[in-house]
Each structure stands twice: as structure tokens, then as C-alpha cells.
């Protein structure tokens, strides 16, 4: 596919006649051309969409519904990201990990944030001594690496999400983290997809662009600036930097997922989603900005 800002390939892919010079329509010519991003933009939006309505539904009935959605979301995450890495060969400690995902939600929503710390530190001891009984000496440092990496990645980020969640006002703040998040990627696609000219780093993700980025930062920094001035009751500078920073740490999310799906010679995480890739592929921004939302808040809101 083709990145935004480069020329678009022909609509149905036909290659031109030796002999007449002309081109040869292919069986999908009629199907709808895909979008400069390379996905297509309907199913793009429905499936952001509905996962984003799926998420202020839970927080609207109660807050420990989106807690129970967002295990659900990580474990799905994990099943998805261990199977990738198995395949090339690492040997990760799945099951105590997904285990740990609703005791992680459990303990960091009832008991706070050194319990969530201890709860992971956990964790990775009991991953140590899973890997050693199951494996031995072989490869214990790369499986273990890579298992430890599995649960930092996504429980413990998911920890974070549900610190956010447990303050007084922890549903208006994790919807506006959701909305910081997702701000992001509708203003970086816009821009990117209109304006696309100079890729951040091709080799590691082609289809970003600055132009994509400066549009990012301009969403985020409105959409920080009115939730903190009409939602949060907060100055409206704070959720300026809040857009600004959330905004680096959601490219930052993109940019390890497709760092990692590079290493591991896949292009989706899973097909939740046909063509659009899986939970992982829905996360990736999320993922870097639970923690940063909560850091943020905690300085900013005192939560």
C-alpha cells in the first residue's frame, strides 16, 4: 500500500499490455480503491467507533464495568501478542500472565497504586520461577525477557488505566483519556491522509507522517484545553500540555507495536477485525497513555 502523500496506485491493480500498451482490468476492478492510509476508512472509523462506544457505555452504567471491559480488552491482548511471539519462537509464560490481568484490575482499583506495584513485582517473580520449572537453563533469559516484557506491556498498563478509574471523578477522567487518545489518531490520520509528505520513520512505520504529527498536536492540544477548562474544571493551559505530551507518548504506542510487529514478520496482531488487524492493533495508543494520563492527572488534578 501505498503511504499518504505518495502517489496512489491504479484502482484495480492491472498491469499494461506487452502489445497494446493498455491496461488489463483485474478481477476486483470494481472494487472501492483503499484509502492513502492503506486501510479502509469506513471500517477503520466503525470499528474505532464502536469500540469507543462499547467504553463510554460501560463508564456511563459503572465504573466497574470498564474495568471488567478493560481486562477482558488486555487478556485478549495478551493471547494475541504471546501467540505472536511463540511462533518466532519465544517461549512466554502465558499462563501466569493472563491469570494476573483481573487480579491486577482487582488490586490496583480496590487497594491503589503501591499494592498495583507490588501486585506486578509479583508477578514478574512468579514468571521467573514458571520459567525455570518449565524450561530449565534453555533460553531462560530470552523467554523470560520476553514474558516479563508481555506483562509490563499490558497489565501493568492496565493497572494504571484503573488508578484513573478508581478516583472520585475516575469515569469523566478516563473518558477524557480515552478522548485524548483517540484524538490523537483522528487528528494525525486527517492531516496525514490530506497533507502527508514526509514520513517520521519510514523504516519503522511508513505511513506516519509530520504533517500527520503537527495535525495530531493541534487536536490534542484543543481537545486538552476544553476538557480541562469545561469538564475537569481545571485551566485550560494544563490540558494543553496534557494533549501535547499524550499526544508524543500515543505516536511513541504506534511506534512500538509497529516496531515489534516488524521483529516478529507479521503486519496485524490478530483479525478481530478483518483487514484491520487485532485487539493489539486497537490498543497500541492506549497502551503508553494509561500510564501517562495517570501520571498527568495525579500532577495536574491531584487524583
Known amino acids: 500500500m501505498n503511504d499518504p502523500g505518495q502517489g496512489a496506485t491504479r484502482p484495480g491493480g492491472g498491469e499494461p499490455d506487452a502489445a497494446a500498451g493498455v491496461p488489463q482490468p483485474s478481477a476486483d476492478a470494481s472494487a472501492p480503491a483503499p484509502s492513502k492510509a492503506g486501510r479502509n476508512l469506513p471500517v477503520a472509523i466503525a470499528a474505532g467507533a464502536g469500540l469507543g462506544g462499547v467504553a463510554v457505555a460501560s ?4 465504573k466497574w464495568l470498564f474495568a471488567v471491559l478493560g481486562a477482558v480488552l488486555v487478556w485478549l491482548g495478551v493471547v ?3 501467540r505472536a511471539m511463540t511462533a518466532h519462537r519465544f517461549r512466554i509464560a502465558r499462563e501466569p500472565i493472563l491469570l494476573s490481568v483481573p487480579v491486577v484490575a482487582f488490586v490496583a482499583y480496590e487497594y491503589g497504586p503501591v499494592a498495583h506495584l507490588t501486585s506486578f513485582t509479583a508477578l514478574v517473580l512468579v514468571i521467573l520461577l514458571f520459567q525455570l520449572i518449565k ?3 534453555d533460553h531462560f533469559v530470552r523467554d523470560t525477557t520476553g514474558s516479563v516484557f508481555v506483562a509490563a506491556y499490558l497489565p501493568l498498563m492496565l493497572g494504571f488505566a484503573i488508578l484513573t478509574l478508581r478516583a472520585e471523578d475516575g469515569a469523566w477522567l478516563v473518558a477524557s483519556f480515552v478522548l485524548l487518545t ?4 483522528i487528528g494525525g490520520y486527517a492531516a496525514g491522509v490530506l497533507f502527508g509528505k514526509h514520513p517520521m520513520f519510514p523504516s519503522i512505520s511508513p505511513k506516519k507522517s509530520w504533517e500527520g504529527f503537527a495535525g495530531s498536536l493541534l487536536t490534542q492540544s484543543i481537545i486538552g484545553a476544553l476538557l480541562f477548562q469545561l469538564a475537569l474544571d481545571s485551566d485550560w493551559w494544563k490540558g494543553v500540555i496534557v494533549g501535547i505530551v499524550m499526544t508524543v507518548t500515543a505516536t511513541l504506542g504506534d511506534f512500538i507495536e509497529s516496531a515489534v ?3 516478529l ?3 496485524d496482531m490478530g483479525d478481530l477485525v478483518p483487514g484491520h488487524g487485532g485487539v493489539m492493533d486497537r490498543l497500541d495508543s492506549l497502551i503508553p497513555n494509561a500510564f501517562v494520563s495517570w501520571a498527568l492527572f495525579t500532577l495536574f488534578l491531584g487524583i
Do not use: Q, T
Not at 59 to 62: C, E, H, R, S, T
Not at 182 to 185: P, T
Open 59 to 62: 463508564l456511563l452504567l459503572a
Open 261 to 263: 510487529k516488524r521483529d
Open 135 to 137: 524450561g530449565g537453563v
Open 182 to 185: 483517540v484524538g490523537s489518531d
Open 80 to 82: 494475541e501478542l504471546s
Open 265 to 267: 514478520g507479521i503486519k
